[in-house]
Structures are given as C-alpha cells and as structure tokens.
C-alpha cells in the first residue's frame, strides 16, 4: 500500500487566493482526519471524517475553511479566501476506526504570502 | 485543550545515552499512543499501550503506563544519532479521537 497520499506537497500563493489540498487515505480505513502544525500552536486537528461523514468539525477556525470526502478514498481542504495566517503543514491521517493507529501523509507545506 | 502533555519540551543527549520523555493527560483512557515525527515529515507510530497494561516493549523502546497518576513515558535505549526528532503522545480520552501533545524534541549528538 502506497501509505496515505497528500497533494500537493508544497503550495505558496497570494493572500485572497482559494487553496484546495487533497487527500487519498489508506484503503479500507473508516477515518481520516486533518490537521495543522505551526510551531506556535502544535498539531491541531481541524476535522475529522468517519465513513465518508464529518463526525466533528469544531478545529475548524473559521467558515474560510472547509473539508469534503465524496467518497472513501477521497478527501479535500478548501481555505477561501486564504490569509497569511493560515501558513502552515497541513497533515491528512486514516484509521481503521477513529481511535486506531493513525496514518500519516508527508504534509502540505503552505505558504501565503 | 490539551489531553496529552509531553515533557520536557526539549531533550539533548549524547549518542549512546537513554532518552526518557514523559506524557501527563487529564481524562481517562482506552489506549495512549507514541509518536515519531522526523524534521518535515508525517507522524510515524511507534507503539501502543492499552489502559489494562502497564509495561510495553518494541526494539529499543519501552513505554509505561501509570492510570492513577494518568501518565506514560517513553524509554528509548542506547539512542542513535537517528532517533533525533519529536516525540508525542497521544490519547483517546472520551471524545473518540485521539488528542496529542506538543511534543518533545529530541536530539542526539553524534
């Protein structure tokens, strides 16, 4: 198995602009979360997906960010309009259940300029 | 908040030495996990240890656990110039995902 798949793995645009990361979990895996590391704040879970439903989407810091997983082997990150604060790696991890071993992608590097 | 809070934040070590790194949480669990992140990477899993056990083993790490005093540490032995990287915990608590810590740093000098 390829392991958890995230593109793009490095993404620099301009303030204002929609950022949209992806995210392809292990396959067979029921859950799949999304963080986001800063050195300031650590590792924060934004939301995360059981069974294709968002469970509990309450890291989500404002209605700029938004996620989506259409199907089990699919997932997106949409920030609209991105800010210089959102700068950050944003991770993507399945689980066979949510509270099972987690899977992590190698990260989205984020940049707004 | 925080479930898991990992101490210290920083650790230094000569290759070779024994780095302990400990993790405090605040509400019951079913399991705590320890995780590895490499400077750039993903979070790799290291091990898990149900609330029912107290003592764990894999390779060079050992993890402990102590419910009544809610916390855990991670014992890496005889440590390598590539055990350098952060450390975290993580817990299930009661809200059925896991919560990690800040982490610990750990570098070990060659």
């Known amino acids: 198995d390829a392991g958890v798949i995230q593109s793009p793995r490095h993404e620099v645009t301009e303030m204002g602009q929609e950022v949209t990361l992806r995210c392809k979990p292990i396959?067979?895996?029921?859950?799949l979360f999304w963080y986001r590391q800063t050195m300031m704040r650590g590792l924060e879970l934004l939301i995360y997906?059981?069974?294709?439903?968002?469970?509990?989407d309450s890291g989500m810091p404002e209605d700029r960010f938004s996620a989506k997983m259409p199907n089990a082997s699919f997932s997106t990150l949409k920030i609209q309009p991105s800010e210089p604060r959102d700068s950050a790696v944003y991770f993507c991890?399945?689980?066979?259940?949510?509270?099972?071993?987690?899977?992590f992608g190698p990260g989205t590097r984020l940049t707004v300029l | 908040s925080q479930q898991g809070e990992e101490d210290p934040q920083a650790l230094s070590i000569q290759e070779g030495e024994n780095a302990t790194m400990n993790c405090s949480y605040k509400t019951s669990i079913n399991n705590l996990q320890w995780y590895r992140q490499n400077s750039g990477r993903g979070l790799v899993h290291l091990i898990l240890?149900?609330?029912?056990?107290r003592e764990k083993h894999s390779g060079r790490l050992r993890v402990t656990l102590d419910t009544s005093k809610k916390s855990s540490s991670l014992l890496i032995t005889a440590s390598r110039a590539a055990d350098t990287a952060s450390y975290f915990c993580a817990t299930d608590g009661s809200n059925y995902k896991l919560t990690f810590g800040k982490g610990t740093l750990l570098t070990v000098n060659p």
């Open positions: 997906f059981n069974n294709n439903v968002p469970i509990d």
């Open positions: 396959s067979g895996h029921n859950s």
């Open positions: 991890a399945s689980s066979l259940g949510s509270q099972d071993t987690q899977y």
């Open positions: 240890i149900r609330s029912n056990e």
